[in-house]
């Protein structure tokens, strides 16, 4: 059983459209890591969020952690084929300096 | 080189082998983690060091599964033995200190036939 779900498993849409990703839990994290992860290559840090009810932006990515600290959401505006990838959420259990994943949100962006 | 580098990129063995993944850090990184990533799965975490020791390897499977970190920089992580499910991508990263964040290879891909 992952620790963090990621819905949804998959998502493919039309260069921009806008999108969203979800990322819940029933425990509550510390801080919470979002990666994007291209074929081949290893996950890359996007951002990291830390306050519950915290918002970060980054150009067209806007990220969120729940006000619980048990959720986060990712999402894009104005999609672009650059924004393909698979997007995973990360966060230390509680008690623990480890990083836990999730098992991500593939996502396809048509030009 | 500025990144996380590993070696070999791909690795195709026997089932029964014995094969070693190497992780070359950022320079002066002294946390390194050995993560798997299954197809369609998130990295799950195996052995993490903290300078040459191994301050955690929790997340080895078992007993087949070895990793050193002789001088503090260069890893290896050595699988005896191999099993088709040790398929799988492995992962190193480093950070500068424990809770800094992490910087990712490109893992090698292990297959086993």
């Known amino acids: 059983t992952q620790l963090l779900e990621q819905s949804p498993q998959f998502l493919s849409i039309q260069e921009g459209e806008n999108l969203t990703v979800y990322c819940n839990s029933s425990s509550v994290f510390s801080s919470l890591q979002w990666y994007r992860q291209e074929p081949g290559e290893g996950p890359v840090l996007l951002v990291t969020v830390v306050t519950g009810g915290e918002v970060k932006k980054l150009k067209r990515l806007t990220f969120q952690f729940g006000d619980a600290r048990k959720d986060s959401s990712l999402h894009i505006t104005a999609a672009q084929p650059g924004d393909t990838g698979l997007y995973l959420c990360?966060?230390?259990?509680?008690?623990?300096?480890?990083?836990?994943f999730g098992a991500g949100t593939t996502v396809t962006v048509r030009a | 080189g500025a990144g996380v580098s590993q070696t070999p990129s791909n690795k195709v063995t026997e089932k029964g082998k014995y094969v070693e993944l190497r992780c070359d850090p950022i320079?002066?990184?002294?946390?390194l983690y050995w993560y798997r990533q299954s197809l369609g799965q998130g990295p799950e975490f195996l052995i993490y060091f903290q300078g040459t020791g191994a301050a955690d390897d929790s997340g080895l499977p078992n007993d087949r599964f070895f990793a050193v970190r002789p001088e503090g920089s260069v890893s290896t992580l050595k699988i005896q033995r191999t099993e088709r499910g040790d398929s799988a991508v492995y992962l190193c990263a480093s950070s500068l200190v424990r809770d800094s964040p992490l910087h990712f290879g490109n893992g090698t891909r292990l297959t086993v036939t």
């Open positions: 990360a966060g230390p259990r509680s008690n623990d300096y480890k990083l836990s």
């Open positions: 320079s002066g990184h002294t946390a």
